[in-house]
């Protein structure tokens, strides 16, 4: 690993530089060499940052650089780099731009003529989808859910017919809501992925129809914790599959005295019927 500035960066270069998403092991020895190899390292937390370089022994100054400063503070970056210094430019995690900052000041450099160079590395977008078991030939990154439940319901019913995968970040607080609102707009029977906790010592990568999915995370509270992307899969068209005449009387009567949820369950039981089926019927017929 070589402290030697000059001998390592030709010219003047901003790096773009992935850090671990949570396993610092998954840290590349060439993002290693870049950080200790810059002038300076622009980061989203600097107090955050500190901790990574800490841990590797890297000396290099810092820059803050936030969702809340970065149109004021990324030409004097541009206008360092333009001066002779190279800089690297890291996230608190993940690659850099992916729902984080840098944007303006990648946008501004390459205006400016100053070399962008990209390291691949860490996303948890990718390592979410590699693992999902959905289809990954046609993917859209669609970032954060938005905050309220009409943007989100909003956003389910924009891509509710859009038949690749879509991968979404969400919060834990608020993924009991963004669940309810993906289950009214995209039904039961959708396919769902919940990665959390990705590289982590509690890392758990679940999928189920959306509706057993609810279910599954209801079951323990931990599974409502950690950092969470959601991976929705694309729409396609049904199968018609007709429910027998007695199956659909039986879960009228049911209904009476039952929530609906359990009348489905029990109904699929008695005839060796899909549950998610029989809910999405009294959804539509008994409401």
């Not at 100054?61 to 541009?78: I, P």
């Not at 970040?169 to 993924?175: A, G, M, Q, T």
């Not at 323990?220 to 950690?226: A, I, L, Q, T």
Request: glycine share 6%; with cysteine.
């Amino acid at each position: 690993m070589t402290s030697n500035k000059t001998t390592y960066i030709e010219q003047p270069t901003l790096f773009i530089v992935p850090t671990p998403i949570g396993n610092l092991g998954d840290i590349t020895q060439r993002a290693l060499d870049v950080l200790n190899s810059v002038d300076i390292i622009a980061a989203e937390d600097t107090r955050h940052t500190g901790k990574l370089l800490s841990h590797f022994n890297i000396q290099t100054r810092t820059f803050a650089l936030h969702d809340h400063n970065e149109q004021q503070k990324a030409q004097v970056l541009v206008d360092k780099l333009l001066a002779g210094e190279s800089i690297a430019l890291v996230s608190d995690a993940g690659t850099p731009l992916i729902s984080d900052p840098g944007y303006h000041l990648v946008s501004q450099c390459r205006q400016a003529g100053v070399k962008v160079v990209p390291l691949p590395g860490a996303c948890a977008v990718i390592t979410a989808l590699s693992a999902s078991g959905l289809p990954s030939d046609r993917f859209s990154f669609e970032g954060f859910l938005p905050a309220k439940s009409k943007g989100r319901k909003d956003k389910f019913m924009e891509i509710a017919k859009v038949e690749r995968t879509c991968i979404f970040y969400e919060s834990p607080h608020r993924i009991t809501e963004s669940l309810a609102d993906m289950l009214d707009v995209l039904g039961p029977e959708r396919e769902v992925v919940l990665a959390r906790e990705l590289t982590k010592t509690y890392e758990t990568i679940q999928g189920l129809p959306l509706g057993e999915l609810i279910e599954w995370i209801e079951e323990d509270e931990n599974r409502k914790r950690g950092e969470m992307v959601l991976l929705i899969h694309g729409h396609r068209e049904p199968v018609n599959e007709e429910l027998p005449d007695e199956a659909t009387r039986t879960l009228a009567i049911l209904v009476k005295e039952l929530p609906l949820k359990k009348a489905a369950a029990a109904t699929a039981e008695i005839y060796n019927l899909k549950k998610n089926a029989l809910y999405k019927w009294g959804l539509e017929n008994l409401s």
